[in-house]
């Protein structure tokens, strides 16, 4: 089951959707992250990267989860929230777990490969050391039509010049 949103998910879905629509002007897949401490202080934020950096696991989130753990000095971000724009991937549940990120709140959801609930739940699975609360549907259209708008036009045929 998941958790009910509250306010302040919305307002760091915000700058995750921030992040999402610069990696979009980018040309990168427009999904971002803002990973928030305990006391409510961002301390890292992402968007995807994979297409500049030739990396394939420059993933949004692996991206804000390196980020946090480099500013806190800790690779256990303990008492921090993930705020992402799409439902994490099963790459990223396994940074999420590892990073022991104890909530994960995302906007849509990915019933191609998302493992947070839809296709899989690896981060709630109780067989695994670790696990978390997930807030799911957070400003889920928002999230949407900044995808759907992106691949509208990669599909679209292009006219010779």
Known sequence: MDLPHRVEHEQW???ALAEAAAAAERGEVPVGAVVVGADGEELARAGNEREASGDP???A???AIRRAAARTGDRHLIGCTLVVTLEPCVMCAGAILAAHVPTVVFGGWDEKAGAGGSR???LRDRTLPQRCEVVA???PEASA???REFFLLRRR?????
């Open 120 to 122: 899989h739940d690896l």
């Open 61 to 63: 989130e692996v991206l």
């Open 157 to 161: 045929p292009r006219r010779s010049e």
């Open 145 to 147: 039509e900044l995808l």
């Open 137 to 139: 549907g957070v400003l």
């Open 57 to 59: 696991t420059a993933h």
């Open 13 to 15: 879905m915000r700058v």
